[in-house]
């Protein structure tokens, strides 16, 4: 039984050195998945199992781009962020672009029957696939066609259900809270409120703990719509009490009450297509037209996604890895893994694919930045 009390589906133990096993690195990138791919390949070479790299995601499946993963391939790649495989957020093989039309949209073609092809071509018995949800979601019609699969949750934005926690995220709010510490020291030099958009989706982990750890005195979720004006009654208040500036971060999919989420563009070759931003200038602009405040944005953007990985993302990668190829081992099939506490479980592929984890309306780290006197606009 898993940690949900549903059976585990499973299969007979493999031999060793009969198996190869295909992995992937899908959506997009982030600190860690190297650690992941590191862990899964030294795993099964341990064990005689031959482990074939598919580059760029789900496209490599559809193009036929893969090759074998040897020591010296994944030796010192730890720290190192990105991807050694590259990726891919724009290869849904249910629903991939082909070509255009002569108006220039894209024409769209499920391609699953040519990636099983490759699958076969590549003789591969299974797939470990390292994504968030839209990337296992690409997953689940390989498990419908006899493909089995592991699941290993990567997101910067921590939205994944199943897990309490993604590797990647952690990396992520320590660059939001770097980042709060230097701005901070700009906006006390000229008075200034500064807002600061980060990464998420329609999630507001980033945000949440970003903000709280680098002492955010606003933070705006997309799980609690918010109000410019009380916003700026946050801003008179510490003005009044002497404070030099204020400090708010919005997540890109934050939403004042009453109105819509910032679409910043629309992409429809992407499983996720919406691509939230703009929601940080919006408010600064607010500010001023509002009231005396001097107000500037930042975007952080991709700087969450890149670089080195902390030390924690870089130990629950290697878990991950470590726990993914042991399912396999075992002859476990079609699972996710996950933490949740301090251990290490696993769950049905398909209860994470294409959900969404959100911040509930009642978590402990609301209370905490609500007792710091920390505002969120509501």
Known sequence: MDGTGSAIATMPPMSSGSQRIGILTGGGDCPGLNAVIRA???????????????EDGFLGLIEGRYRPLHYDDVSSILAVGGTILGSSNKANPRHFATATDEQGQPIWAD???????????????GLVVIGGDGTLACAMPFVEAGIPCIGIPKTIDN?????DVSFGYSTAVQVVSDAIDRLRTTADSHHRTLVVEVMGRNAGWIALQGGLSGGADVILIPERPF???KVIDKIERRRLRGRRSTIV????GARPRGGGQMVRAVDPTSPDPIKYGGIAAWIADEIGMHSTVEARNVVLGHLQRGGTPV?????????FGNHAAKLWESGVRNRMVAIQ????????LDES???QRLVPAKHELIDAARAVWTDFGD
């Open 40 to 54: 899964v390949t030294k795993h099964f070479l341990r064990c005689g199992v031959e482990i074939i790299g598919i």
């Open 111 to 125: 391609v699953t029957e040519q990636c099983l092809g490759h699958v076969e071509k590549a003789r591969l018995d």
């Open 159 to 163: 939205d994944v259900v199943g897990t």
């Open 227 to 229: 109000t410019v004006s």
């Open 249 to 252: 971060v919005v997540s890109e």
């Open 311 to 319: 030390a924690f993302d870089r130990v629950l990668a290697t878990r």
């Open 341 to 348: 506490g301090d251990k290490m479980v696993d769950v049905a």
């Open 353 to 355: 694919a294409g959900k």
